[in-house]
């Protein structure tokens, strides 16, 4: 996994990268607009929950299906958690600072 994340941090930085030099252009001919996001606060807070939640558990959403299929016990903690981290965000995200 780690991989496969390293590959494609690595791809986007080399791709934006060429796109700046290069003066990239999309197929319809338009210029590719690369908006620069401000940093704030929660980002830090959701990445290090998220990240805790990936190295206890070992999966995320994709992920959590295959192992109940293994029928491990643990696993449906983390289904249940995750069910109930969604709902979570879907009852605050109008109250969180997003765009």
Same mark, same amino acid.
């Given at each position: 996994?780690y991989?496969?994340?390293g590959?494609?941090?690595?791809?986007g930085i080399i791709s934006?990268?060429?796109?700046?030099?290069f003066n990239?252009?999309?197929? %319809?001919?338009e210029?590719v607009?690369i908006?620069?996001?401000t940093f704030?606060? &929660?980002?830090?807070y959701g *990445?290090?929950?998220?990240?805790?939640?990936l190295?206890?558990?070992?999966?995320y959403?994709g992920?959590?299906?295959?192992q109940l299929?293994? %029928?491990?016990?643990?696993i449906?903690?983390t289904?249940l958690?995750?069910?109930f &981290?969604?709902w979570?965000? *879907?009852?605050?995200?109008?109250?969180l600072p997003m765009?």
């Amino acid at each position: 996994m780690y991989n496969v994340i390293g590959t494609a941090v690595v791809t986007g930085i080399i791709s934006i990268f060429l796109i700046k030099k290069f003066n990239i252009k999309t197929i %319809a001919i338009e210029k590719v607009k690369i908006q620069v996001k401000t940093f704030n606060k &929660g980002q830090k807070y959701g *990445g290090l929950t998220f990240g805790m939640g990936l190295a206890i558990t070992g999966a995320y959403r994709g992920p959590i299906y295959a192992q109940l299929r293994s %029928a491990y016990f643990a696993i449906i903690v983390t289904l249940l958690s995750t069910i109930f &981290g969604d709902w979570l965000f *879907g009852k605050f995200r109008d109250k969180l600072p997003m765009r």
